[in-house]
């Protein structure tokens, strides 16, 4: 299954946070246009792992190649990295300060180097592409938080990253709300794009993942496409954190 | 105002309910005042086009004439004629009090910025912003400004390109010493703001690939900037006010000149009680402007909910 031509490849990551080991040893595999998805109980280290990726939290062992470059390496750049590598917030972490379309066209500006026109063309493309083609100039405080994360997903597209990661993008929705961003990320799925996500949306998580991985106490309990993972969990451990989800719901 | 998604202030729900008399005659008392003084100033420049340099723009001779003719206020006609003697000193001292304030306040903020940013987000810089603050802000201002003019002489030191644009060149030792100390207390506001902008903020331009330096100066400036707007506006006034200690090393500004008319003449409660009234008058100016400031950057939802 892992072979070193591997999209994403992480292997056997470990983090400690002070004496606290939070990841043991995690390691799967993404092909170019896969959709993987971190389930887990709260506090299982998923969100850990997600950030680990873009070097948002430091991995202290194992190896994450992505593309064939090493992402752990003290020699590389994080903001090269980052560049390519796009992320969707729990929190929606709009730039306060910006309308929508400033803050989706502030990275194709600052960090991309695009002209003021160009970065502007770009983010209402965007906009347009999650639906919110009549919100250019709101800001964030005039928005829905469905609308936010919307934002926050144009914000990470018009990057154009050849991977994308979800930080639990809507934990921090109403009911509602989750709709309108779980459809945005569906069509996005569509595309083609490559995903990361970490979720507690199982419905979703088994209608487009191409694998699941199980992280509990940091550790990889468990992984594989959803039909097997949601229906015939090898660990008890799995079989039951799916049962208290379930009923949840 | 200008349009229905801007945030209503208190203090617009106040000024809302109509042209109040209040409101009229402050306006009317800013023109004057203001009036007065770019006209005093332009006249000195243009070598006395309205009346002759260094003499009121008004005969004190007429306004005493005119009050004498008055009930009530006839009483006061010789203070009044007395006052208008004064004006023409009291508009160069004020020339010197504004340039003082407004260079030394400007300086100083862009010295506070990357010190404010040092203490929050520097390692060793934090140690060394800290320092400096605590240094100026725990010495009195006044010894400091001893210290560059008695102690290391500096008005002596002045480089050539500076050196000329006041009549003494110690206006710069002044604006030297309120810039420095002037920087660790605006520091220490922006640094209060800086801290009170959300870490997440910062997290997500990283995460578009800013590096730190480019997600403090595109992402936590703005905000935090606006925040400090109202606490920031009090180093403002407080620098007008402050800004008559350079008297004390000889630099003739508003202060200095009324202390000498007021040696001179021994009239100590008419001469500084219109000298307060001067400095409430730019106090007043100053918070005003800021105010407008504030509401020309305000954004929907930011720093909004606080209901300054």
């Known amino acids: ?249 | 105002m200008a349009g229905a998604t801007r945030p209503t202030t208190l203090r617009e729900r106040v000024s809302d309910g109509g042209v109040s008399a209040g409101r009229i005659l402050l306006v009317a008392a800013g023109v004057l005042f203001w009036g007065w003084l770019l006209v005093s100033w332009a006249n000195r420049w243009l070598g006395g086009v309205v009346a002759p340099v260094g003499d009121p723009l008004v005969a004190p001779g007429l306004v005493e004439g005119a009050l004498a003719s008055l009930p009530v206020l006839a009483a006061y006609a010789s203070d009044a004629a007395f006052v208008v003697d004064l004006t023409p000193d009291l508009a160069q001292g004020t020339w010197l009090t504004v340039v003082i304030t407004g260079v030394s306040l400007v300086v100083g903020f862009l010295l506070a910025v990357p010190l404010a940013v040092a203490r929050v987000y520097g390692r060793f810089s934090a140690w060394l912003s800290l320092a400096y603050t605590e240094l100026l802000r725990g010495t009195p201002l006044l010894a400091q400004l001893f210290v560059l003019y008695y102690g290391l002489n500096l008005g002596r030191y002045v480089p050539g390109a500076l050196s000329g644009v006041f009549p003494r060149d110690v206006v710069w030792v002044a604006i030297l010493g309120f810039t420095l100390n002037g920087a660790a207390y605006q520091a220490e506001y922006i640094r209060g703001a800086v801290e009170s902008v959300d870490e997440g903020q910062i997290t997500a331009g990283r995460a578009i690939g800013l590096s730190k330096i480019e997600a403090i100066y595109h992402v936590v400036l703005p905000q935090a900037l606006r925040y400090a707007i109202p606490s920031w506006t009090n180093e403002f006034v407080y620098l007008i006010k402050y800004s008559s200690l350079a008297a004390f090393i000889t630099v003739p500004e508003l202060y200095y000149r009324a202390d000498q008319v007021a040696s001179e003449t021994f009239r100590y409660t008419l001469i500084f009680v219109v000298t307060g009234a001067m400095y409430l008058a730019l106090v007043i100016t100053a918070s005003k402007l800021m105010e407008r400031v504030d509401d020309r950057v305000a954004i929907p939802g930011l720093g909004a909910a606080r209901e300054r």
Not at chain 1, 101 to 108: H, I, K, T, Y
Not at chain 1, 112 to 118: F, K, N, P, Q
Not at chain 1, 138 to 164: D, F, N, T, W
Not at chain 1, 180 to 198: F, Q, S
Request: charged residues 30%; proline residues 4%; glycine residues 10%.
């Open chain 1, 1 to 249: 299954m892992s072979d070193s031509d591997d999209f994403l490849r992480v292997s056997d990551v470990s983090k400690w946070y002070g004496d606290e080991q939070v990841l043991h040893d995690v390691s799967f595999e993404m092909d170019p246009g896969d959709v993987t998805v971190l389930i887990g109980p709260s506090g299982s280290g998923k969100s850990t792992m997600l950030r680990c990726v873009n070097r948002l939290a430091e991995a202290q062992e194992g190896s994450i190649r992505l593309d064939g470059e090493e992402v752990l390496s003290p020699e590389l750049d994080v903001d090269d990295l980052r560049r390519e590598v796009g992320m969707v917030f729990q929190g929606f972490n709009l730039f306060a300060h910006l309308s929508a379309v400033g803050n989706v066209a502030l990275g194709p500006r600052r960090v991309l180097g695009l002209s003021e026109t160009e970065a502007r063309e770009r983010a209402e493309a965007q906009l347009e592409r999650v639906g919110l083609g009549d919100q250019f100039d709101s800001y964030p405080a005039e928005l829905s938080g469905g609308q936010q994360q919307r934002v926050g997903i144009a914000r990470a597209l018009a990057m154009e990253p050849k991977l994308l990661l979800f930080d639990e993008p809507t934990s921090a929705l109403d009911p509602e709300l989750i709709g309108e961003v779980l459809e945005v990320m569906h069509g996005l799925v569509d595309e083609g794009m490559t995903m990361l996500v970490v979720t507690h949306e199982m419905s979703f998580a088994r209608e487009v993942a191409d694998e699941i991985v199980f992280l509990d106490g940091g550790r990889v309990i468990e992984r594989g496409p959803p039909d097997q993972l949601f229906e015939r969990p090898e660990k008890e451990r799995t079989g039951r954190f799916l049962e208290r989800i379930a009923s949840h719901d």
